[in-house]
């Protein structure tokens, strides 16, 4: 294994970017519950503490005796984080007059390994309700704003360090560098971790653990299955079949582009038109969550249908990626809520579970994509939900519908791209409205079906804002549709940000 930062998660809502900070910087990490750290890991050469929802001298926070760590490895400690190593060793820690929230100004910075590069006059960018009023002793300020003295310290004789702000956010116009100086300067980090590396020592492994063993492996046309599909198949070859069922509810030709995509890559696929087998049991339901359900568990039915004529099948492939494994379990070791694509399967089969990219980031996924020679569009491709355009249709599904969707869906996407904006967007999509409206079309009073347009801007899309797109483009794809599609008189833009509003409707 790699060289290895872990991140103790103390519940922050920025744990995650921490560790994707990290692995922008060449160096491989890993996210784990602030106590589960891994104590007799060799590979480990740094710490770093995430922030909390919690005060230090809250009865309900997150606590772990931070001495033993501090004794073997560096350790830095990110707002709370900082907090609860002054706190531990007799600091005081207190709420704020008002919150520190937002930007603020490094007005002193000190000469200190972790700061190296950095000077006063940095933006960084603060966010908590409580702040250190007092240093224990050998705890020494390195770096203040205008009103937060101790933005920053070092333990006199230590390897350890804390600083107030988050220097993870985008907005810490000199985190890069801090958390650079910190993996690399002070860990030691070789810097080595890297998409091709990645592939290299995958590969290896998973000829390893497989052998000559047969692999299945459940295709969405999603990313993350199909990169975990050649990767896989860079290591064994025909011994994996990879099924990917059309449930009907995929883009206008989608079934057959990719189709054509996956074999193009060389990957031995069974494509499934299982259609109206879905359409017939989602007739008459409305109920978002029983769509879900419905087309779950239909995906099951086909897959292990067809998975039960191969032969020899000992291990079930998935692309679960790194983010999915932080969110099945939260920092208590409780289950939230499962992320396995074909959740229940493993166990129905009595298969072994292969997940090759459960230690990636999604960017990282697509540069392991990227570097195994897969085509940008396959790479680049915009999420899509599981139960396709169901919950895009708000009501009960119909083929009529569906067809509706899709070709208003295809002009949209389509115009993006054309546009030079598909890139710009995170995730796009038409939305079939349960209402009509009157129209005119010609001579003739119409009574059809509405739309809505949604395309939002994200990172990592646990927020999102609606994405402005230029007004010139959405009256061209308004009236492209009224103009093609039949039965569809009505366009509007989703102006909603997450929150409050969800990406998805349903």
Known sequence: MPQKIVILDFGSQTTQLIG?????????????????????????????????????????????????????????????????????????????????????????????????????????????????????????????????????????????????????????????????????????????????????????????????????????????????????????????????????????????????????????????????????????????????????????????????????VKWLAQGTIYPDRIESLSITGTTIKSHHNVGGLPEKMNLSLCEPLQWLFKDEVRAVGRALGMPEHLISRHPFPGPGLAVRILGDITPEKVRVLQEADDIFISGLRQWGLYDKVWQAGVILLPVQSVGVMGDERTYESAVALRAVTSTDAMTADWAHLPYEFLAKVSNDIINKVRGVNRVTYDISSKPPATIEWE
């Open 20 to 312: 994707r900070r990290v692995r922008e910087l060449n160096t491989y990490c890993e996210i784990v519950p602030y106590n589960k750290f891994p104590a007799d890991d060799p590979d480990v050469i740094g710490v770093i503490l995430s922030g909390s929802p919690f005060s230090v001298y809250d009865e309900k926070a997150f606590k772990v005796d931070v001495a033993p760590i501090v004794a073997k490895y560096p350790v830095l400690g990110i707002c709370y984080g900082a907090q609860m190593m002054a706190y531990q060793n007799g600091g005081s820690v207190e709420g704020a007059p008002s919150r520190e929230y937002g930007r603020a100004i490094l007005t002193r910075v000190d000469a200190d390994s972790l700061l190296e590069g950095i000077e006063p006059g940095e933006t960084v960018w603060m966010s908590h309700g409580d702040t250190i009023t007092r240093l224990p002793e050998s705890f020494k300020i390195i770096a203040s704003t205008e009103d937060v003295p101790c933005a920053a310290y070092h333990v006199e004789g230590k390897k350890q360090w804390g600083v107030q702000f988050h220097p993870e956010v985008f907005h810490s116009t000199c985190g890069t560098r801090l958390l650079g100086n910190f993996v690399h300067g002070i860990c030691g980090s070789k810097g080595d971790w890297s998409a091709d590396a990645y592939i290299e020592s995958t590969v290896k492994a998973l000829r390893e653990q497989l052998g000559d063993d047969k692999v299945v492996l459940g295709l969405s046309g999603g990313v993350d299955s199909s990169v975990a599909a050649v990767l896989i198949s860079r290591a064994i070859g025909d011994n994996l079949t990879c099924i990917f069922v059309d449930h009907g509810l995929l883009r206008k030709n989608e079934f057959r582009q990719v189709m054509d995509d996956y074999r193009c890559l060389g990957l031995n696929v069974i494509g499934v038109d299982a259609s109206e087998k879905f359409f017939s049991e989602l007739a008459g339901v409305t109920d978002p969550e029983r769509k879900r359900k419905i087309i779950g568990k239909g995906f099951i039915d086909v897959f292990d249908h067809e998975a039960h004529k191969l032969t020899d």
